[in-house]
């Protein structure tokens, strides 16, 4: 039976993880070794899965998420290492009781195996090193204190590359804190912006287009310095709507917004549109075009003040 290798973990922000692989850097790791995996904190370690239940596994730690009341503030430093049981250099990473919480949860039973070592939370710097490079480590650095945030809760899965030792991939990621619902008839619509398509969101993407070669991440269609979202929309556990946007400084693209095809004329690509304009305002973007599309016809964007500014392309001003 084909299996997977998964772990769940925190990544560190864009600032705090430029410092943490500076240190890394510093301590001898190469580009390689930086591009096996980004800074992390480590909430479930490694297990072997069915790859049948990787989408059970995901959902279960998307609930997870939910368990902490949003971002964790984490305090990193100083620098330790587990020595000389495992001769490692690390950050420590203070406790807080909402790590402690998240971990519990993200524990899901697919994922659980014996473990002969407590939960230490920590940011690996070296998995190994010599005894005089350690101590050095630990002496110049012992003052070292770093303020990271992580919004986002990851589950992982090791992906082995010819001519190396593999890398770390994302299986999907979820923010953490409250869900974001929206009224929708007698129910609630949840849409949730990713980095990542993620498993639920990838099988209706694959469905409805019919391919099986769509990739976790989205394109950046707008500039390679920029950044994008996926948004998908749930009713209960099934994803019923997915969108994909990016953005570089003030301007935005709306990719497309797709619904299954059980339930399209309810709302939800009118939803999508309103939460990616939310989105989108609030990092200060001041245009976002989209391509007029079935499920984006003319009359829906300009209900949403979208105006023809090209052929087949519309435009909303966010802000001046």
């Known amino acids: 039976m084909p299996r997977r290798r998964l772990a769940v973990a925190l990544l560190l922000d864009r600032e705090s993880s430029l410092v943490v692989d500076l240190l890394r850097r510093a301590l001898g790791a190469t580009d390689a070794d930086l591009e096996r995996i980004p800074p992390h904190v480590t909430l479930v370690p490694p297990s072997q899965v069915p790859t049948e239940t990787v989408p059970h596994v995901w959902e279960e730690v998307r609930v997870a998420a939910r368990r902490v009341g949003g971002p964790l503030q984490l305090e990193l430093g100083p620098v330790a290492t587990f020595a000389p049981t495992t001769p490692t250099i690390h950050l420590r990473v203070g406790t807080d009781p909402g790590l402690h919480a998240l971990r519990a949860a993200a524990s899901v039973d697919a994922l659980t195996r014996p473990r002969s070592l407590d939960f230490v939370p920590h940011v690996t710097l070296r998995q190994e090193a010599d005894e005089h490079r350690i101590q050095a480590a630990v002496e110049a650095l012992a003052d070292l204190r770093i303020v990271a945030e992580a919004r986002r809760l990851w589950l992982m899965q090791f992906q082995p590359q010819a001519g190396s030792g593999g890398r770390w991939e994302p299986v999907g990621d979820v923010?953490?804190?409250?869900?974001?619902?929206?009224?929708?008839g007698l129910q609630t619509l949840e849409v949730a912006a990713s980095v990542t398509r993620g498993p639920s969101a990838l099988a209706l993407?694959?469905?409805?287009?019919?391919?099986?070669?769509?990739?976790?991440?989205?394109?950046l269609l707008v500039h390679p310095g920029g950044r994008a979202r996926v948004l998908a929309a749930r009713v209960g556990p099934h994803v019923v709507g997915v969108a994909e946007?990016?953005?570089?400084?003030?301007?935005?693209?709306?990719?497309?917004?797709?619904?299954?095809p059980d339930h399209r004329g309810e709302g939800i690509g009118r939803a999508l549109v309103r939460e990616a304009i939310?989105?989108?305002?609030?990092?200060?973007?001041?245009?976002?075009?989209?391509?007029?599309?079935?499920?984006?016809?003319?009359?829906?964007?300009?209900?949403?003040?979208?105006?023809?500014?090209?052929?087949?392309?519309?435009?909303?001003?966010?802000?001046?």
């Open 175 to 184: 923010s953490l804190g409250p869900l974001h619902e929206r009224p929708f």
């Open 205 to 219: 993407l694959r469905d409805v287009l019919g391919r099986n070669d769509i990739g976790v991440a989205p394109p």
């Open 245 to 260: 946007m990016s953005w570089f400084e003030g301007d935005g693209l709306l990719h497309y917004v797709t619904v299954g």
């Open 278 to 320: 939310d989105l989108l305002a609030v990092r200060r973007v001041r245009h976002l075009d989209a391509r007029s599309t079935p499920d984006l016809p003319p009359a829906l964007l300009e209900a949403y003040g979208f105006r023809p500014v090209s052929d087949g392309t519309w435009r909303i001003t966010l802000a001046e």
